[in-house]
């Protein structure tokens, strides 16, 4: 190659000039803001030196701008490419705020289409990485069309490989719809915000003041709206945990996620377990304590973790492999299902049974939670979501139930007859219709209004119900569940069980899809 040629200086110059497009300074106005540039980004989330990234110097739509100007940069504000983290391939995109608010015209939209589409043909998962002030304004229904187009893309590769967002920064407008379809939401503290519309329109529309973190920031999605599963105080932090959360995950609905090998620090036989629910039935008692100590050391990842923490949901490996965990906390309201319990439960499950997670349940649950609210809102609609889902997901199932069981939370907490595969229980389980006081105000109306002492006879009677019914023994007599299990037993008895149903293979007739209740 002639390196004195008319093209080897133009590659040398564009390189040159590429370097200068990315200046100290505009790093500096987003260390400033507590944020990491993209590049930055995406050197600590891959693989050292495995980051490859292509279509570097594509530069912005050359369509004639009516209004405003769109700066003539490489790369058009985002970075895209593959690389490996832990060792496997991983298809990225990050934005670069310092490009015109990493807004997204048409050939970034373009280039993320790109990089959707192939991480989808290789089987591997793609994250974005966001920051980004939404459609380019100058752009207008181009970049309009861009974002429609990634969202098409999301959904087409849905169930199909993993899709992470992380936002880095703002999400503002119809761009929060591209995180909102893909699987698991990361968010920064106060550094990143998502809403459909934001402090201005809110005040020029209803008049209400209310700041960008306090409208859309980290805490509020992660604890009231459910939209950000994962939120950390820093952007490091948030990458590290991405990472870690990767591990759990395998690369695409055909693969099984890695093995990662136990320690053998946990105990199949835990006399432990034996002690953590009280005596008293209605007294609390922390769910993460049982699954702490059924699952490897250390291996349990808790996703949603503020929201609707009455249900806990997360990953962890049981002997090196990954299940999904969903639990009631008793800890929380309970452990009562809910709303948002249900939903947040629903699209756990979903997302394992389409990535082959098999699945153990812990179940103390009173039943569903009564009130106006909750049934103006929809309970019915939305605790049918948890009960679709569970008996729609054909992975491995499995429920331990703890304590209570009653009613129709016995039943969509993954009952043997919605399609659990094993139902062990503890002998302090409850399984009945309803719970005690419930059933004998019902059953003995009329004795307790002429009863001398009522509160005596209801003792009694409440006594007698726990004796005869809310226990786990006809329910095992009968083959309602398949053992009552000492819970020092638990893992053990859990492992075999997903090992017995290690080749679980399900035919679900054939049809187009079945019409969850949404
Ligand atoms: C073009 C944009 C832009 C956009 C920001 N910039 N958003 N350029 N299109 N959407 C540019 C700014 O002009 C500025 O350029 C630079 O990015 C940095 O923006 P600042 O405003 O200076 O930064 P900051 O104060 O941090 O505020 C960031 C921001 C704000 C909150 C994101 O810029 C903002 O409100 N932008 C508009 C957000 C929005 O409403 N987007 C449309 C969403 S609707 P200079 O040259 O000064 O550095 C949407 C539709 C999608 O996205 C539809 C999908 C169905």
């Not at 309970?334 to 049974?353: E, M, N, W």
């Amino acid at each position: 190659m002639d390196l004195s040629g008319k093209n080897y200086m133009a590659f040398i110059q564009r390189q040159e000039a590429l370097k200068k497009q990315y200046s100290p300074k505009q790093a500096e106005k987003q260390h400033l803001k507590g944020k990491l540039t993209a590049h930055e980004r995406i050197s600590l989330l891959f693989d050292s030196g495995t980051f490859e990234e292509i279509d570097t110097f594509v530069t912005p739509a050359s369509q004639p701008v009516e209004f405003g100007k769109v700066e003539r940069t490489y790369g058009d504000g985002v970075i895209v490419g593959h690389g490996k983290i832990n060792g496997r391939l991983v298809f990225a995109y990050a934005q670069i705020f310092t490009i015109m608010g990493g807004s997204l015209g048409l050939v970034h939209s373009k280039k993320i289409t790109k990089i959707q589409e192939m991480a989808l043909k290789m089987g591997s998962p793609i994250i974005g990485l966001m920051d980004s002030g939404g459609a380019r304004i100058q752009e207008g229904v181009a970049s309009l069309s861009g974002y429609a187009s990634i969202f098409h893309n999301i959904i087409q590769s849905s169930g199909i490989i993993p899709q992470i967002s992380v936002i880095m920064g703002p999400a503002a407008g119809g761009a929060v719809y591209s995180p909102a379809l893909t699987d698991f939401v990361f968010m920064v503290n106060h550094t990143s915000y998502m809403f459909v519309t934001g402090p201005n329109v809110v005040k020029e529309v209803l008049n209400e003041d209310v700041s960008s973190d306090e409208l859309g920031g980290a805490e509020i999605h992660a604890r009231k709206s459910g939209v950000a599963h994962m939120i950390y105080d820093d952007e490091e932090n948030t990458i590290l945990a991405l990472k870690k959360f990767l591990s759990y995950l395998p690369s695409n609905n055909v693969e099984n996620p890695p093995f990662v090998a136990d320690d053998g620090s946990v105990s199949d036989v835990s006399e432990k377990l034996r002690d953590i629910v009280p005596d008293d039935p209605n007294k609390a008692y922390d769910v993460k304590d049982v699954i702490n100590l059924v699952v490897d050391r250390n291996s349990f990842f808790e996703t949603s973790e503020l929201y609707a923490a009455n249900l806990v949901t997360g990953f962890a490996r049981l002997k090196g492999k990954t299940i999904g965990i969903v639990a009631n906390q008793p800890k929380v309201l309970a452990g009562v299902l809910d709303i948002d319990s249900s939903t947040k439960g629903a699209r756990f499950i979903r997302f394992c049974d389409a990535f082959n997670i098999p699945i153990l349940t812990f179940e103390d649950v009173p039943g569903f939670l009564p009130g106006i609210y909750q049934e103006h809102a929809g309970i019915i609609r939305h605790g049918a979501k948890l009960l679709f889902a569970y008996s729609e997901a054909t992975v491995p199932k499995i429920t331990v139930i703890l304590r209570k069981a009653y009613g129709g939370a016995f039943i969509v907490m993954n009952s043997k007859f919605l399609g659990g595969d094993f139902s062990f229980a503890w002998p302090s389980a409850e399984i009945a219709v309803m719970g005690p006081d419930g059933a004998v105000a019902i059953l003995y109306r009329k004795e307790l209004a002429e009863s001398k002492n009522p509160v005596e006879l209801k003792k009694e009677l409440v006594k007698k119900y726990r004796d005869k019914i809310a226990n786990p023994f006809i329910a095992d007599e009968s083959g309602y569940i398949d053992e009552v299990i000492d819970p020092a037993m638990t893992r053990k008895k859990v492992i075999s069980a997903f090992a017995a149903l290690n080749n679980k293979w399900v035919k679900v007739p054939a049809r187009k899809h079945g019409n969850m209740p949404l």
